[in-house]
């Protein structure tokens, strides 16, 4: 049995426990005062080209989400998210639990457009009444998608401008940001990030840490009295220097976005070898989420030898699957899943 | 240089590396549905000889706290917890963030006694204007205090007794465990703490882990829908199994209790030895924190080999400091830190 | 200059003024403790034939919405509501703000439909990720909704059968009950509201006194500590026999029945007057809220004489404007009114 | 039988009543948008002499507080009170329940002092670990005090003065601010409060209105989006218009001071009367509220006739009781309470 359920599977990349074993010896300060994370800091800012920007590490994604959220809405404002976005769906109201609303956009492909915000913001401050209705204070995007779909740079460029006319942030959630930048249809190039978002994060759990998110707030207007939030929230964790060791290692030698190439490729395969043999798919695959539509039945074969995620009823014989490529599955596996699926 | 100032300094007890990397291979379910999780409750529930105990993981004791407490209180309701315990001042109102007041009792060592809490809750149900006040709706104890004291059986078990008797659960954080179990002063076994708690928590992060912390909740009633609360504060980890694997190995020949023995040892011995030089302690020394009074000028001379923490102001030209004494800690730097205090 | 725009521009009616000053030398109890808060407490019970039924006086609608929604909602839990509902569109986040996610239900008419309720429960609790969303706990409707609907009896009869076959309440906001029992569509009795609803509000800032609403719960279950959270949230008033008298004035002699009649009277004339003149509704008129749709020039016109809401945009060159009635209006002013429409 | 036990015992005082009267056919904008409230603060503005302080109006006083200090504060800082503030006691924890900690001070009569405010701020700022404790943000005061005692200009202008420095404003709660201006021992005027705090209110449910407070928010700073938390908290009440009528009421030939010095020349009368008898008082009468100490026998023989409240046990046989004179009590009854007190 081998599971595609998710990308978060398996422990960890090896080289992340080699360099916690070498350090096992040494002494930290608590809270992030070590100079590992120092160091990490330093290496994002380089590789982002920008001075301004601070790391802040996170033990989960739900968790990063509500800080950053948090610390920047006023209590009055709310977050604009397509309603499909992970804190609308998937984090149990986590948002909503901080006092704040959703301003959902309805979307189709997982993203959502600057002339939408737009609107939103545009219509809550042209209502006479506007103080009866939640102002917008921040938008969440993810990147790559809960479907799988990737921004491209001009939209992210539109968005941001929409945004800084509204003084509001931009905050990307980069949960699986290994597999955005490094897809076929990515024309983002890391460094962007200092310039197209306010804050955004870079994901461990989903990419290949024992666990672990690091957010990066590039302006420093953001970054005042955050940590008495995360504190707040218990997010502060003590050994911080476990997380910093991991993150250390994912951006040495480009490891982050090894994984990420190494997981679109397979992807990019299982999807091409698929749609060889008319597989359709749910959403076009620009990442390591693959949603092929299969007949139900089978589905149910595919069950004996394979794990993975039923994601959507297409009709009364056919639903949608969600495979999902990690750090650790290789060709092979790959192989004998492509086999499994075409076998009459 | 080397420092006392905590037991989180370190990485890990290598054992907890070794058996992480054992697992590289394995894919495991995510959000604590995989088998190590099921096998260390089962565990657990052994050693407590509670056949309804469940446990729950953490990436840290904030969270822990803020999770649990939430999950019991109703909306008008409080926590009752000594002024000195870490949820009222080191927790930066992560309980007042969640909508609940703390409900302080004044404490000179760390802990609260069973006609306190009956006290308040009486003094709350026979106000007239009841409902113009919090009402209690939980007791919240640390074992070890926050100044290093720690309970006995038969406080416990008359706290226990007055909870019940208003229909309030009795939480015990157990941040530091392990030297609270192991001390030389202690009366209660593991096993006890399914009758003496609610729900209890077992450090992890201060006791050898890389991170993480293990609550235990004795009772169904308590355990119904927490795992919403924990997805909704950012606390359900998608790779339980980390956590999972850690806390097997502590509990596996009784590692988490040497561990506790290991720094208590120390502890007794650095104590003995300074009390043997007429150095005073501010508190009596039971667990892994020691706090010796010493001159300032003895402070900043110290400082040049040591780290730790100065703990309080005692005089003009004393205060007292902290020492912490950790699971990598040597009986060698012990000695060292000896010497250097009983220097002339 | 005459004013259409809300039914709360005017005071209050004389009868509840004359009440009050008969009043002015007497003593009462605070809180609510006081006699004429109990007779009314037993004049509701007995006009609903439920003595389980238990009422409860809040200065304003949002007030009455946020404390009986927080009343009833485990903090995982969300209430759903149409997408047009009040809470969820003009409280300014106010049910967010208590921690509490609302799940909406896309409404054209305002209303929601007990099959859309039993979709939306089922589809939570049979999702096997269901602690990763947010669980419904209460259904929340406006009747009249804003949109000038009325809920028939059979309708309320299916929702609340769905509530409780998922063991949650249903609420009524009834801000402008008066006007929906007195519609000329109704077939719903004041009486029977206590079988359709787990809890529902009788509006008085909207129908015709100085301010206030009365809660009426009608299960014990719902009542238990709900004077904590009143409390809380600042809606305990100190003075609660002022409301106690405005509320016993209007329930005396059937006053408020009597003002929902009048205006729906007034309503219904205009409506019909408007429509042998050929003027368009933007929704058919029920109650005391009428969407003529008329040019932009003549709502330019209008606006010299009478003030009143612009609705919504319906083409480049007509729009809907709500016109409401209120207890002070006049059949001589409405004349004014339509004569003003229907001039060339 | 008479009760003394409070002071919002009455409906309201009859010039407040007849003005009501005078305007039930006219209309008025919602929510504060009425003419009444804009001559209402203009009046304010000029008795201040500060055009840039603006009113605004609440249904009670808890509701005033809550959001005054909701709209104050970040989600990581606390407001500092006296541990009898009637935030900490008396509200159910609203305060918390918006998510901020109390910082209590511990007071004997009630207030708070400059030194002990700068000493908390100071020891906050000065705390390498800062961000795990809660920032203060704000300083909340009452006067008169919860229990009687009242504040000195030279007080005020020293706390204010330590708020400034820390750049967090000072919130003064005048539920019976009446009775403080009009005290023998005050040397505060009305005007000086647009100098002595950032934001105080005008009393009103305990001054002789129906009901309603009326908040002062001297500078600009904090009024922003003031009104976005006022809807969200369920306080934007819409007949805004018939608050306004009161304190328009109150502050037309200083009717507002006029009750307090009547409230105040009874209480001072009816203490000295007692203290001629030698009755010990448990604090010093400085307003309305008086404490004297009697036996406990006598305090059941008065309970006959008069109805009041026991404050404090002070020895096996005597307690404090409460006597709180209002606006409608008269000299001939407090004549009768003092010859029943002094009855032997």
Same mark, same amino acid.
Do not use: R, W
């Given at each position: 049995m081998y599971s595609f359920t998710n990308d978060y599977s398996e422990m960890c990349h090896p080289l992340i426990l080699e360099n916690i074993s070498k350090c096992l010896n040494n002494q930290y300060g608590g809270y992030s005062s070590d100079s590992i994370f120092k160091a990490l800091?330093?290496?994002?800012?380089?590789? =982002?080209?920008?001075?301004?920007?601070?790391?802040?590490? @996170?033990?989960?994604?739900? *968790?990063?989400?509500? &800080?950053? /959220?948090?610390?920047?809405?006023?209590?009055?404002?709310?977050?604009?998210?397509?309603?499909?976005?992970?804190?609308?769906?998937?984090?149990?109201?986590?948002?909503?639990?901080?006092?704040?609303?959703?301003?959902?956009?309805?979307?189709?492909?997982?993203?959502?457009?600057?002339?939408?915000?737009?609107? =939103?913001?545009?219509?809550?401050?042209?209502?006479?009444? @506007?103080?009866?209705?939640? *102002?917008?204070?921040? &938008?969440? /995007?993810?990147?790559?998608?809960?479907?799988?779909?990737?921004?491209?740079?001009?939209?992210l460029e539109a968005l941001i401008k929409v945004c800084h006319q509204y003084h509001i942030p931009l905050f990307l959630d980069g949960a699986r940001l290994a597999t955005a930048l490094t897809s076929k249809e990515n024309d983002i190039d890391f460094k962007d990030l200092a310039k197209l978002t306010d804050m955004f994060y870079i994901g461990g759990t989903k990419c290949g840490a024992l666990f672990g998110e690091c957010l990066v707030i590039n302006s420093p207007k953001y970054q005042k009295n955050f940590r008495y939030i995360m504190k707040q929230k218990g997010a502060l964790m003590a050994k911080g220097f476990v997380m910093a060791t991991q993150f250390d290692t994912l951006f040495t030698d480009g490891l982050y976005f090894k994984i990420g190439q190494h997981e679109n490729d397979l992807a990019n395969y299982f999807s091409a070898q698929l749609q060889s043999h008319a597989v359709k798919m749910f959403q076009p695959q620009a990442t390591n989420q693959i949603f092929p539509i299969l007949t139900n039945s089978k589905i149910n074969d595919l069950k004996t030898n394979f794990d993975f995620q039923i994601w959507e009823k297409i009709s009364a014989d056919t639903s949608a699957i969600r495979i999902c490529i990690s750090f650790m599955t290789t060709k092979s596996v790959v192989d004998q899943l492509i086999a499994a699926i075409i076998k009459e």
């Open positions: 800091n330093q290496k994002i800012i380089k590789l =982002l080209d920008n001075p301004e920007s601070q790391i802040y590490l @996170f033990s989960g994604g739900t *968790q990063t989400n509500l &800080v950053t /959220i948090k610390s920047v809405l006023q209590p009055y404002q709310g977050v604009i998210s397509a309603d499909t976005g992970h804190i609308s769906t998937h984090e149990t109201g986590a948002i909503e639990a901080c006092g704040h609303k959703i301003l959902t956009i309805p979307s189709s492909d997982g993203k959502i457009y600057a002339q939408e915000v737009a609107k =939103l913001c545009q219509s809550h401050f042209e209502d006479p009444n @506007f103080e009866h209705t939640v *102002q917008p204070g921040m &938008v969440y /995007i993810s990147n790559p998608t809960e479907v799988g779909t990737i921004y491209k740079k001009s939209e």
